[in-house]
């Protein structure tokens, strides 16, 4: 499974930004899809995460209400719209896939890694 981030960027407190991830490779082994991400001198947290079955989503709670997480599995798609975003949303964004059926927000139950995508919120 190949996993390529994209949609990051520099923008104002405030704005917002879409992210995507776009899978390739083994997709049908994919059962979960996860947003995490890692500011400078932290450590990787998770973000949000999406099943590709049902959709059901889950979000932490320092971005609920303005992070939403959606999938296009025609595309092998998933995306992470983030609205109202703050300085300390600014981070690598990483996108992850776990090939379990139950969901989790510990980066070491998720299987395939994209290569990230940096978000940074300026005031």
């Known amino acids: 499974v190949q996993l390529q981030a994209s949609g990051g960027g520099l923008v104002q407190a405030g704005d917002s930004l879409r992210l995507s991830c776009a899978a390739s490779?083994?997709?049908?082994?994919?059962?979960?899809m996860g947003w995490f991400r890692q500011a400078p001198g932290k450590e990787r947290e998770f973000v949000a995460r999406?099943?590709?079955?049902?959709?059901?989503?889950y979000y932490a709670e320092s971005v609920k209400g303005r992070f939403t997480i959606s999938r296009d599995n025609a595309k092998n798609t998933v995306y992470l719209q983030m609205n109202s975003l703050k300085l300390e949303d600014t981070a690598v964004y990483y996108c992850?896939?776990?090939?379990?059926?139950?969901?989790?927000?510990?980066?070491?139950?998720?299987?395939?890694w994209g290569q990230g995508t940096q978000v940074t919120v300026s005031s």
């Open positions: 992850a896939t776990r090939r379990m059926r139950s969901g989790s927000r510990s980066l070491y139950d998720y299987d395939y």
């Open positions: 490779g083994r997709a049908f082994s994919m059962y979960v």
């Open positions: 999406i099943a590709w079955e049902g959709g059901s989503t």
